[in-house]
């Protein structure tokens, strides 16, 4: 880790877990134990991201373990809670609407996903014909399959955490209404949605955009985040204004 540059506490419990994209790895004290010498995986997926999330998990775990003097508190249960969510979504029904519309969203963008997955090297073809014909100067065409890489990038990203930090956040129904540290710990990660799904959108709209003729799939994805969205900010109406350490 850099000297000059101070760890920022806590700024590891409201990320996205994103370590390629993130510009504060070098004051986060979750990428310094868990990659001291940096990142050598350049490939990103589901796998990578639940991995991530559980070695966060532990790190804020052993926190709390610290602080708490090994007491199992509320904070300490959300923490078990959202562990669970990853290892394994629960064998129980999803009672909370909320939830259940994440669960739709897992399965529907993974659907497309499959159906998808030659999208961006037909991109390239296309970009490569145009460029060939003098249709389109080099620099649009790299401009146009960047645009198109970081939005399904995004989309697979952010598909997978938006569900598990929903669960996360959703724990503040059975914490204690007067306790304002834990409250707060629970808003941080609705933002940590909010702000998930805000990236998620941009990069369905990027898609629409350039690809009208997907536009009622993509609508469904629109339509089913956008709902999403309203719910978390109805039943967490402080959320957005929440501070994440370093983030905001």
């Given at each position: 880790m850099n ?7 806590g700024?590891y419990n409201y990320?996205n ?11 986060c004290?979750n990428?310094a134990?868990q ?18 999330l559980m ?6 775990k052993?926190?709390?373990?610290k602080?708490?003097q090994q007491r199992?508190?509320p ?8 562990t669970k ?5 629960s064998?129980e029904?999803?009672?909370?609407p909320?939830?259940a ?5 897992l399965r529907?963008t ?5 159906q998808e ?10 970009q490569?014909?145009?460029?060939n ?24 990203w ?8 929903v ?22 990660k609705?933002?940590?949605?909010l702000?998930?799904?805000?990236h998620?959108?941009?990069a369905?709209?990027?898609l629409?955009?350039?690809y ?11 339509v ?13 109406p ?10 905001d």
């Amino acid at each position: 880790m850099n000297k000059e540059a101070e760890p920022i506490p806590g700024i590891y419990n409201y990320c996205n877990s994103w370590c390629e994209r993130c510009a504060f790895t070098q004051q986060c004290l979750n990428f310094a134990s868990q990659y001291p010498n940096g990142l050598k995986q350049s490939n990103i997926d589901a796998e990578t991201l639940v991995k991530r999330l559980m070695e966060t998990l532990e790190l804020t775990k052993s926190y709390v373990d610290k602080v708490r003097q090994q007491r199992l508190l509320p904070e300490h249960q959300a923490i078990e809670q959202e562990t669970k969510a990853i290892v394994l979504r629960s064998n129980e029904p999803l009672r909370n609407p909320i939830a259940a519309l994440c669960d739709d969203y897992l399965r529907q963008t993974a659907a497309w996903l499959q159906q998808e997955k030659d999208l961006l090297e037909q991109a390239a073809h296309q970009q490569a014909f145009e460029v060939n014909l003098g249709l389109r100067p080099q620099e649009a065409a790299d401009a146009l399959l960047l645009s198109l890489k970081d939005a399904w990038e995004v989309i697979k990203w952010y598909r997978t955490l938006i569900p598990v930090k929903v669960v996360s956040a959703l724990q503040i129904n059975t914490s204690p209404a007067n306790d304002t540290t834990l409250r707060a710990y629970f808003n941080g990660k609705a933002k940590l949605v909010l702000v998930s799904i805000d990236h998620s959108l941009l990069a369905w709209h990027t898609l629409l955009e350039n690809y009208p003729e997907k536009t009622d799939d993509v609508l469904d994805m629109l339509v089913l985040l956008d709902r999403i969205r309203r719910q978390m900010e109805a039943a967490f109406p402080e959320a957005r204004s929440f501070l994440r350490p370093g983030l905001d």
